[in-house]
Protein backbone atom coordinates (compact mmCIF):
# COMPACT_ATOMS: atom_id res chain seq x y z
CA UNK A 1 0.00 0.00 0.00
CA UNK A 2 2.71 2.66 1.00
CA UNK A 3 4.91 1.37 -1.99
CA UNK A 4 1.72 2.24 -4.29
CA UNK A 5 1.43 5.77 -2.51
CA UNK A 6 4.55 6.95 -3.92
CA UNK A 7 4.31 5.58 -7.30
CA UNK A 8 1.43 7.68 -7.34
CA UNK A 9 3.92 10.89 -6.73
CA UNK A 10 6.03 12.57 -8.44
CA UNK A 11 8.87 15.25 -7.29
CA UNK A 12 10.34 18.28 -9.59
CA UNK A 13 13.11 19.98 -9.33
CA UNK A 14 12.30 23.50 -11.44
CA UNK A 15 14.65 25.96 -13.04
CA UNK A 16 13.90 28.47 -10.42
CA UNK A 17 15.20 26.28 -7.53
CA UNK A 18 11.01 25.02 -6.61
CA UNK A 19 10.75 21.59 -4.93
CA UNK A 20 7.53 20.28 -6.40
CA UNK A 21 5.40 17.67 -5.43
CA UNK A 22 2.48 16.66 -7.61
CA UNK A 23 0.46 13.20 -8.21
CA UNK A 24 -0.28 11.13 -11.25
CA UNK A 25 -2.90 13.49 -13.03
CA UNK A 26 -0.13 16.70 -12.11
CA UNK A 27 -1.99 17.99 -9.37
CA UNK A 28 0.62 19.84 -6.68
CA UNK A 29 0.60 18.14 -3.48
CA UNK A 30 3.22 20.45 -2.24
CA UNK A 31 5.53 23.17 -2.96
CA UNK A 32 8.56 24.70 -2.05
CA UNK A 33 11.14 27.22 -3.29
CA UNK A 34 15.05 26.68 -2.19
CA UNK A 35 16.64 29.62 -1.36
CA UNK A 36 20.44 29.17 -2.23
CA UNK A 37 23.09 30.14 0.50
CA UNK A 38 26.24 31.36 -1.08
CA UNK A 39 29.43 29.80 0.51
CA UNK A 40 31.95 32.74 1.16
CA UNK A 41 34.83 30.46 1.02
CA UNK A 42 34.11 28.46 -1.86
CA UNK A 43 33.42 32.18 -4.34
CA UNK A 44 35.63 33.22 -3.13
CA UNK A 45 38.65 33.83 -5.82
CA UNK A 46 42.01 32.18 -4.96
CA UNK A 47 44.13 35.64 -5.45
CA UNK A 48 41.30 37.27 -3.37
CA UNK A 49 41.52 34.81 -0.57
CA UNK A 50 45.25 34.99 -0.57
CA UNK A 51 44.96 38.86 -0.29
CA UNK A 52 42.88 38.43 2.59
CA UNK A 53 45.26 36.44 4.42
CA UNK A 54 48.14 38.93 4.17
CA UNK A 55 45.93 41.73 4.98
CA UNK A 56 45.23 39.56 8.21
CA UNK A 57 48.65 39.01 9.10
CA UNK A 58 49.42 42.80 8.40
CA UNK A 59 46.85 43.94 10.69
CA UNK A 60 48.10 41.38 13.46
CA UNK A 61 51.94 42.31 13.07
CA UNK A 62 50.82 46.28 12.99
CA UNK A 63 49.02 45.42 16.35
CA UNK A 64 51.93 43.76 17.60
CA UNK A 65 54.59 46.57 16.70
CA UNK A 66 51.94 49.09 18.54
CA UNK A 67 51.78 47.03 21.46
CA UNK A 68 56.38 46.57 21.41
CA UNK A 69 56.32 50.53 20.61
CA UNK A 70 54.13 51.12 23.85
CA UNK A 71 56.15 48.75 26.04
CA UNK A 72 58.91 50.41 25.06
CA UNK A 73 58.22 53.78 25.56
CA UNK A 74 56.64 53.01 28.96
CA UNK A 75 60.16 51.38 29.87
CA UNK A 76 62.02 54.26 28.86
CA UNK A 77 59.77 56.42 31.17
CA UNK A 78 60.39 54.43 34.47
CA UNK A 79 64.12 54.23 33.31
CA UNK A 80 63.69 58.22 33.12
CA UNK A 81 61.81 58.07 37.05
CA UNK A 82 64.79 55.96 38.22
CA UNK A 83 67.69 58.47 37.15
CA UNK A 84 65.45 61.19 37.88
CA UNK A 85 65.13 60.02 41.59
CA UNK A 86 68.93 58.70 41.49
CA UNK A 87 70.20 62.38 40.67
CA UNK A 88 67.78 63.31 44.03
CA UNK A 89 69.85 60.69 46.05
CA UNK A 90 66.82 58.42 46.51
CA UNK A 91 66.30 54.57 44.93
CA UNK A 92 63.12 54.31 42.79
CA UNK A 93 60.71 51.75 43.54
CA UNK A 94 57.06 50.77 43.27
CA UNK A 95 54.66 52.88 44.48
CA UNK A 96 50.87 52.85 45.64
CA UNK A 97 50.43 55.36 42.02
CA UNK A 98 52.40 52.89 40.08
CA UNK A 99 50.08 50.01 40.55
CA UNK A 100 47.52 51.94 39.31
CA UNK A 101 49.75 52.18 36.23
CA UNK A 102 50.92 48.69 36.32
CA UNK A 103 46.76 47.59 36.28
CA UNK A 104 46.62 50.03 33.45
CA UNK A 105 49.45 48.26 31.46
CA UNK A 106 48.22 45.31 32.31
CA UNK A 107 44.56 45.82 30.44
CA UNK A 108 46.67 47.28 27.15
CA UNK A 109 47.41 44.29 26.80
CA UNK A 110 44.20 42.72 27.01
CA UNK A 111 43.17 40.84 23.76
CA UNK A 112 46.92 39.84 23.18
CA UNK A 113 48.16 36.46 22.12
CA UNK A 114 49.01 33.77 24.50
CA UNK A 115 52.56 31.94 23.95
CA UNK A 116 53.61 29.27 25.42
CA UNK A 117 56.78 30.33 27.39
CA UNK A 118 56.30 34.17 25.92
CA UNK A 119 57.77 37.00 28.21
CA UNK A 120 57.13 39.57 25.18
CA UNK A 121 54.12 41.79 23.49
CA UNK A 122 54.47 39.69 20.90
CA UNK A 123 52.88 36.33 22.87
CA UNK A 124 52.86 36.08 26.79
CA UNK A 125 52.53 33.03 28.77
CA UNK A 126 51.01 33.68 32.33
CA UNK A 127 54.01 33.88 34.27
CA UNK A 128 55.79 36.26 31.58
CA UNK A 129 53.16 38.35 31.52
CA UNK A 130 53.18 38.85 35.21
CA UNK A 131 57.09 39.11 34.94
CA UNK A 132 56.88 41.62 31.97
CA UNK A 133 54.84 43.87 33.83
CA UNK A 134 56.66 43.91 37.26
CA UNK A 135 59.42 44.54 35.64
CA UNK A 136 58.41 47.89 33.35
CA UNK A 137 57.74 49.04 37.06
CA UNK A 138 61.44 48.06 38.44
CA UNK A 139 60.53 45.05 40.17
CA UNK A 140 62.44 41.73 39.48
CA UNK A 141 60.11 38.46 39.72
CA UNK A 142 61.37 34.58 38.73
CA UNK A 143 60.95 33.72 35.61
CA UNK A 144 57.88 30.23 36.74
CA UNK A 145 54.48 31.00 38.27
CA UNK A 146 55.65 28.35 40.95
CA UNK A 147 58.96 30.63 41.44
CA UNK A 148 57.04 33.52 41.92
CA UNK A 149 54.61 32.40 44.37
CA UNK A 150 57.75 31.70 46.80
CA UNK A 151 57.92 35.90 46.59
CA UNK A 152 56.43 38.45 48.38
CA UNK A 153 53.63 38.67 51.61
CA UNK A 154 51.15 36.22 51.92
CA UNK A 155 47.27 37.94 51.57
CA UNK A 156 44.00 36.23 52.79
CA UNK A 157 41.71 36.27 49.46
CA UNK A 158 39.23 38.00 51.68
CA UNK A 159 42.12 41.30 52.03
CA UNK A 160 43.57 41.30 48.05
CA UNK A 161 44.49 44.72 46.53
CA UNK A 162 45.22 45.80 43.42
CA UNK A 163 48.45 44.27 41.79
CA UNK A 164 48.20 41.43 44.38
CA UNK A 165 49.36 38.05 42.48
CA UNK A 166 46.74 35.46 42.45
CA UNK A 167 48.17 31.67 41.90
CA UNK A 168 46.23 28.42 40.84
CA UNK A 169 46.41 24.76 40.25
CA UNK A 170 44.92 24.48 37.25
CA UNK A 171 46.83 21.22 35.71
CA UNK A 172 47.69 19.08 38.18
CA UNK A 173 48.87 16.42 35.48
CA UNK A 174 51.76 19.05 35.70
CA UNK A 175 52.55 17.45 39.24
CA UNK A 176 53.35 21.03 40.56
CA UNK A 177 51.50 22.56 43.08
CA UNK A 178 50.98 25.83 40.86
CA UNK A 179 50.80 25.96 37.48
CA UNK A 180 49.02 29.12 36.79
CA UNK A 181 49.39 33.12 38.04
CA UNK A 182 47.03 36.20 37.48
CA UNK A 183 47.16 39.99 38.61
CA UNK A 184 44.19 40.87 40.84
CA UNK A 185 42.71 44.09 39.30
CA UNK A 186 40.00 44.76 41.96
CA UNK A 187 35.98 43.96 41.77
CA UNK A 188 36.61 39.99 42.28
CA UNK A 189 38.45 39.79 39.51
CA UNK A 190 41.91 39.69 37.90
CA UNK A 191 43.64 39.66 34.44
CA UNK A 192 45.82 36.89 32.61
CA UNK A 193 47.47 35.43 29.79
CA UNK A 194 45.09 32.39 30.43
CA UNK A 195 45.51 29.99 27.20
CA UNK A 196 46.59 29.96 23.49
CA UNK A 197 42.37 29.93 22.65
CA UNK A 198 41.60 32.81 25.33
CA UNK A 199 44.74 34.88 25.13
CA UNK A 200 45.08 37.51 27.34
CA UNK A 201 41.58 38.33 29.50
CA UNK A 202 39.78 39.18 32.57
CA UNK A 203 38.28 36.66 34.38
CA UNK A 204 36.01 36.68 37.68
CA UNK A 205 37.82 34.98 40.69
CA UNK A 206 34.34 33.16 41.68
CA UNK A 207 33.72 29.99 40.22
CA UNK A 208 36.49 27.95 38.19
CA UNK A 209 39.48 29.66 39.43
CA UNK A 210 38.47 30.09 43.13
CA UNK A 211 38.13 26.39 42.91
CA UNK A 212 41.31 25.80 42.27
CA UNK A 213 42.96 28.86 43.87
CA UNK A 214 46.31 28.14 46.27
CA UNK A 215 47.80 31.05 47.46
CA UNK A 216 47.71 34.80 47.07
CA UNK A 217 51.08 36.90 47.19
CA UNK A 218 51.36 40.93 47.40
CA UNK A 219 54.56 42.65 46.57
CA UNK A 220 56.18 44.82 48.80
CA UNK A 221 57.43 47.77 47.84
CA UNK A 222 61.03 48.63 49.48
CA UNK A 223 61.48 51.80 51.10
CA UNK A 224 62.83 54.57 49.78
CA UNK A 225 66.91 54.93 51.02
CA UNK A 226 68.62 58.09 50.68
CA UNK A 227 72.13 58.51 49.97
CA UNK A 228 74.21 60.39 52.29
CA UNK A 229 77.36 62.14 51.25
CA UNK A 230 80.35 61.76 52.98
CA UNK A 231 81.89 65.13 53.77
Excluded at 63 to 76: F, P, Q, S, V
Aim: charged residues 25%; hydrophobic residues 35%; aromatic residues 10%.
Amino acid sequence: MLLSIFLLLSITFLPASMFTVTDKNGQILHQREIKHTPNAFIMQKATEFSYQAIYDELHKQENLAKLAAAAREHIESIQKKKEEAEKRGETYQLTAIDKVKLIQDAKYFRGGKYVWGGTTPEGFDCSGYVQYLYKKHNIDLPRTAWSQSQKGETVDITQLKKGDLLFFNTDKSRGIPISHVGIYIENGQFIHAASKQKGIIISPLAGFYQDRFVIAKRIEKPKISHTVAMK
